[in-house]
């Protein structure tokens, strides 16, 4: 893996962008990623770089509703800035969806997470992904 995937709402892109901007993270993304109907914003600052997710995917190629799952985010017990995270469901879900969306050509560290993610989900039960 080469950067840090950070999701945040859409209506929250632009401004994450100006933040990451003022701290020195220069937008390298192709054209195409300019769009607002594109899923992520590639930015980089030396050799740290950053995709800002809108989305797993681009919004009109997939079902996904963001919004739903902003609003069912938890409290990221590992922070303490208010961070929240994917309800279990949903991280394992998308992380599936990733997988698949690579055609199962992932670092193997996916393939590491997705048991860690199918465990923390409620009564360890699958079903719901």
Known sequence: MHDKDLMVPPSAHTRACEVLASLGYE???PGVARSPTYHATSLQRQHVAIDLHRSIVQPLRSRVDVDALWRRAIP???RTDGSLR????DEATLHFIHIAR???????IGY???PRLLDALPG????PV
């Open 27 to 29: 937008d390298v993304s």
């Open 76 to 78: 990221a017990r590992e």
């Open 102 to 108: 690579h055609e199962l050509m992932v670092p193997a």
């Open 124 to 127: 360890a039960d699958p079903a």
């Open 86 to 89: 994917l309800e279990p469901v």
């Open 112 to 114: 590491v997470d997705a």
